[in-house]
C-alpha cells in the first residue's frame, strides 16, 4: 500500500527539525464497501468499521506515526455532512450541473471506475470486462473562477 512512502517522508521531515502534521484518512463510504458487506454476509456499517479498526491496529502495530486525533473518516456523519454543505453552497451558486458523460462500468460490481481501476480493459476488483456507459453526473464549473485565480 501507500502508507510506507508517507510515513518514511514524515520522518524523514522530522528529522531534518521540520513540524510534520500526518493525519490519517479512510475512503471507506460507496459500493465497494457495501459490496464487500453483503458478499460477507453483514451490513455495511459494522464491517466498515470493524475493517477501520483492524487497519487502524496494525499500523498501530507497525509504529507508523499518524496524529489519530485528527483522523477522518468519509463514512461518519460528521466528515460527509461538510461534503452536503460544501455541494449545497456550489449548487446555490450555480457551479455545478448536470449532464450524461461515458464512464467505465463494472457491469459485475455495477459501479463506476476510475481509469486508473481498469487494467487492460477489465475492473481492477473482479477483473470483469469494463463497458463505458453513458449516465447523468454532476459537474463543477471550474472555470467559472480561471481568471480571477489567475490573476491574484
Do not use: H
Not at 62 to 88: I, M, S
Not at 97 to 119: F, G, H, M, R
Amino acid at each position: 500500500r501507500n502508507y510506507t512512502i508517507g510515513e518514511v517522508i514524515s520522518r524523514y521531515q522530522r528529522m531534518l527539525g521540520k513540524n510534520v502534521q500526518q493525519p490519517i484518512g479512510w475512503d471507506a463510504f460507496g459500493l465497494p464497501a457495501e459490496g464487500a458487506a453483503v458478499k460477507n454476509n453483514t451490513a455495511p456499517a459494522p464491517w466498515t468499521y470493524a475493517n477501520i479498526d483492524y487497519m487502524k491496529n496494525q499500523l498501530k502495530l507497525l509504529g507508523f506515526g499518524y496524529d489519530w486525533d485528527r483522523e477522518v473518516a468519509t463514512c461518519k456523519p460528521d466528515y460527509y455532512r461538510w461534503e452536503q454543505w460544501f455541494f449545497t453552497k456550489l449548487y446555490e451558486k450555480g457551479l455545478v450541473y448536470k449532464k450524461t458523460s461515458a464512464v467505465n462500468w463494472c457491469p459485475n460490481d455495477q459501479t463506476v471506475l476510475a481509469n486508473e481501476q481498469v487494467i487492460d480493459g477489465c475492473c481492477w476488483r473482479c477483473d470483469t470486462k469494463v463497458e463505458r456507459k453513458e449516465i447523468p453526473q454532476w459537474f463543477i464549473k471550474i472555470t467559472a473562477y480561471a481568471d480571477q485565480l489567475l490573476n491574484d
